[in-house]
């Protein structure tokens, strides 16, 4: 995409979609989007994005520093509400719930995913950084591979494919060439279809975009979410993102996903772990 073309913050697919009403305070409307789905269901970052957008909405703070979410039915395109409460209010953070529902047969509202968050300010944070970690070394952008390189549509690809991004580096490829290394990794490019640069609320769907891990463990099919948190550390940097995904354990039928995010200045700007469940056999 030509810079001239790029969208921009607040100008994009992104911020419309994830757009909310406020009905009354505390009580928002929206109608989400097909564009995010996946295997028909509204994937869990652009679900978390929603949410951390009506937060953002309703307490004194604009930025999520942590948020987690306890996803509790499928969500489905189409018209939903969301519900805030104000937990606590302080002078460097507020604390804040909030709850999506969208309605059965018979119109009852039916919840879909919770979360409990704190927000702050982050460009108000110092600049004092102290850490042993490192990005990820994934290969130039021109050497990894997107969903529209592959020969053949890619199994469980969906309509929130064309909204991303997403370059996966080679060595994390093995499931789409039917050898999967088992080493439960995921690395990829990632940015917003449109061009649009990351801010803190897409670094919330950035941590649940890339393809799971469970894949290069060789399983296949829907990953449900059962739980994410996230921590955002700073407003990224212009330009691509890097995401690192990986998994140490599966058992019972659920695994982990660890995440980081980092940005264009090699920052880590976001990092998150979610509980999936998988299906075995």
Known sequence: MSQASQATLGNSEFDRDTTVTRREPGVYDIDLSAGWTIINAVNGGYLLAVLGRALADALPHPDPFTISAHYLTASQPGPAVVRTETIRTGRTLSTGQASLFQYDEQGAEVERIRV???YGDLGTLPDDVRTSAKPPAIPPMDQCFGPQDAPAPVPGSSAITDRLMLKLDPATLGWALGAPSGKGEMRAWFG????????P??????VDALPPTAFELGLSGWVPTVELTVHVRTRP?????RVSITTRNLAGGFLEEDAEVWDSADRLVAQSRQLARVRLG
């Open 116 to 118: 409990l968050a704190s």
């Open 192 to 199: 917003l279809a449109d061009g649009r640069d990351a801010d």
């Open 201 to 206: 609320l897409s670094l919330l769907l950035a």
């Open 237 to 241: 940097a212009p330009g691509p993102l």
